[in-house]
């Protein structure tokens, strides 16, 4: 039987494990190719997490969440480009879409004054950039819906739609 961890500045892995009640033999006896040395290591952060990992990890702690956190907080890539959804409830997640779309639809007849020549003139680029942020809105609702149902699914609570 493992010991249980009082560090304070836990990794989400090791706080996604706890919170389910795994020891670290448990968990890698459920992930193929885990050893608790692994998981320790990737824990305490004294080995990089791979993307592999992350994604079993997801998978068995059934925690799709994870999986956004390694591409906003730990890939290169996505440090710069990732989108940054969190776990919400379904009504919070639908005001905000709804809330979003409304702002863009106020928008939408002067995106397409600015757009029908093909550039963004200085006189535009202020109105431009408020209509890309009502568009980084619905994008981070269309992201954070997308996790509230990969949630649903990873706790078999719904189907994985075809």
Same mark, same amino acid.
């Given at each position: 039987?493992?010991?249980?961890?009082?560090?304070?500045?836990?990794?989400?892995?090791?706080?996604? %494990?706890?919170?389910?009640?795994?020891?670290?033999?448990?968990?890698?006896?459920?992930? &193929?190719?885990?050893?608790?040395? %692994?998981?320790?290591?990737?824990?305490? $952060?004294?080995? !990089?997490?791979?993307?592999?990992?992350?994604? #079993?990890?997801?998978?068995?702690?059934?925690? &799709?969440? #994870?999986?956004?956190?390694?591409?906003?907080?730990?890939? &290169?890539?996505? !440090?710069?480009?990732?989108?940054?959804?969190?776990?919400?409830?379904?009504? !919070?997640?639908?005001?905000?879409?709804?809330?979003?779309?409304?702002?863009?639809?106020?928008?939408?007849?002067?995106?397409?004054?600015?757009?029908?020549? $093909?550039?963004?003139?200085?006189?535009?680029?202020?109105?431009?950039?408020?209509?890309?942020?009502?568009?980084?809105?619905?994008?981070?609702?269309?992201?954070? #819906?997308? #996790?509230?149902?990969?949630? !649903?699914?990873?706790?078999?609570?719904?189907?994985? &739609?075809?």
């Amino acid at each position: 039987m493992g010991r249980k961890s009082v560090k304070e500045n836990k990794t989400i892995y090791q706080q996604v %494990r706890e919170e389910l009640g795994y020891t670290r033999e448990k968990a890698a006896e459920l992930m &193929p190719g885990f050893s608790p040395e %692994r998981i320790e290591k990737i824990e305490n $952060g004294r080995t !990089q997490i791979q993307p592999e990992d992350v994604l #079993l990890m997801a998978e068995y702690y059934k925690a &799709p969440y #994870l999986c956004n956190y390694y591409c906003a907080n730990e890939c &290169p890539i996505g !440090q710069v480009n990732a989108l940054r959804p969190e776990p919400k409830e379904l009504g !919070q997640i639908g005001v905000e879409t709804l809330n979003a779309l409304n702002q863009m639809s106020r928008s939408k007849d002067r995106l397409l004054e600015i757009v029908e020549d $093909g550039r963004v003139r200085p006189d535009e680029y202020e109105d431009f950039v408020e209509i890309k942020r009502v568009l980084d809105k619905i994008a981070l609702s269309v992201a954070n #819906l997308q #996790l509230w149902v990969n949630g !649903q699914i990873a706790k078999g609570h719904m189907e994985k &739609p075809e």
